[in-house]
């Protein structure tokens, strides 16, 4: 069977509090970058942070990783790509690649990964009932 690739793309505006003196992004920056294509991601295909809490789940960050490439500098437009992939565990883990706007060369990538818990900070083994529902809706499972 063919795995189905989930992926949304957004495009960057790089502001000028996101960079240093050098007009180059601060590192801290790429986090919030990484943010932006989940809630991105979550708006295009019905995973937002809202509906877990509705469904009674939180899920953190656990483990986040960026690798640089090339710098981004302010006044760039990168696009970043989020990349769902698919695990049997109960948890999100998403691969991120930002490209530069004219030459589409790769300028920083990553991953993430998140976890479920429930509403008393408990982490949550399983996968919850509407992750599976929404494993099954996107032909994941």
């Known amino acids: 069977m063919e795995e189905k690739v989930l992926k949304t793309s957004k495009t960057l505006d790089i502001r000028f509090s996101e960079v240093d003196s050098m007009k180059v992004v601060w590192h801290g920056a790429y986090m919030l970058y990484f943010e932006d294509a989940r809630e991105a991601f979550g708006q295009e295909y019905g995973l937002e942070y809202m509906r877990m809490a509705d469904e009674g789940y939180y899920a953190p960050l656990v483990d986040l990783q960026f690798h640089y490439r090339k710098p981004i500098l302010y006044g760039m437009h990168p696009r970043i790509d989020i990349i ?8 999100i883990v998403f691969d991120y690649e930002i ?34 529902a929404w494993k099954k809706k996107w032909n994941l499972i």
């Open 84 to 91: 769902y992939r698919p695990t049997e565990a109960a948890k």
């Open 99 to 132: 490209h530069d706007p004219e030459t589409d060369e790769l300028m920083a990538s990553g991953q993430s990964v998140q976890v479920f818990m429930d509403m008393n900070y408990q982490l949550v083994w399983a996968n919850p009932d509407f992750y599976l």
